[in-house]
T-cell receptor, first 114, second 114 residues
Framework: DAGITQSPRHKVTETGTPVTLRCHQT?????MYWYRQDPGHGLRLIHY???????DKGEVSDGYSVSRSKTEDFLLTLESATSSQTSVYFC?????????????FGPGTRLTVL | DQQVKQNSPSLSVQEGRISILNCDYT??????FLWYKKYPAEGPTFLIS?????DKNEDGRFTVFLNKSAKHLSLHIVPSQPGDSAVYFC?????????????FGKGTKLSVIP
């Protein structure tokens, strides 16, 4: 257990509404990541952070923004949700002890955009 | 362009037999290779990893084999147990400083039949 929590765990929203997902860690790890998981696509990186206020884009960043104002929190925002953003979202951290860049994942947030 | 490929979406194995999950990659810059296991409604769990300087790594019932010249790795589970039924993701990462990103395959769903 890497001490990662995600909130909310489930959310249903309507197209066009803003949505913010939260990832919280308790161990002050520097690197944090947001992924989405979709059938037939595996896990795809949306954005990642390498420190407070330091973020960068991943493979599927369009339509998403992130913020990290504190080490422990990494927020993912959908400015105007679309049905194509219906997915399961996972947050992950990389610890300083990660020998092979292994990441540890939170429990996920299931988002449905109607 | 898929850099990490898991060509078998599903695999069924009898309890007690060997499960072999395969993964191919195309990026020669990958140095670290990882396997994750994912149960429904949970986050992926790190299982085992291997560095490109090795060809085998073993951890209990799980062994990962790497054939660098063929850009192929496999995960062997012996003996397979019903609790091993899950989706398995192969992932790869370059070494060296940077974002420490992982690139995932699409996953293979393993079903172990009692």
């Amino acid at each position: 257990d890497a001490g990662i929590t995600q909130s909310p765990r489930h959310k249903v929203t309507e197209t066009g509404t803003p949505v913010t997902l939260r990832c919280h860690q308790t161990e002050n790890h520097r690197y944090m990541y947001w992924y989405r998981q979709d059938p037939g696509h595996g896990l795809r990186l949306i954005h990642y952070s390498y420190g407070v206020k330091d973020t960068d884009k991943g493979e599927v960043s369009d339509g998403y923004s992130v913020s990290r104002s504190k080490t422990e929190d990494f927020l993912l925002t959908l400015e105007s949700a679309t049905s194509s953003q219906t997915s399961v979202y996972f947050c992950a951290i990389r610890t300083s002890a990660s020998s092979y860049n292994e990441q540890f994942f939170g429990p996920g947030t299931r988002l449905t955009v109607l | 362009d898929q850099q990490v490929k898991q060509n078998s979406p599903s695999l069924s194995v009898q309890e007690g037999r060997i499960s072999i999950l395969n993964c191919d990659y195309t990026n020669s810059m990958f140095d670290y290779f990882l396997w994750y296991k994912k149960y429904p409604a949970e986050g992926p769990t790190f299982l085992i990893s291997i560095s490109s300087i090795k060809d085998k790594n073993e951890d209990g019932r799980f062994t990962v084999f790497l054939n660098k010249s063929a850009k192929h790795l496999s995960l062997h589970i012996v003996p397979s147990q019903p609790g091993d039924s899950a989706v398995y993701f192969c992932a790869a990462s370059p070494s060296g400083a940077g974002s420490y990103q992982l690139t995932f395959g699409k996953g293979t769903k393993l079903s172990v039949i009692p």
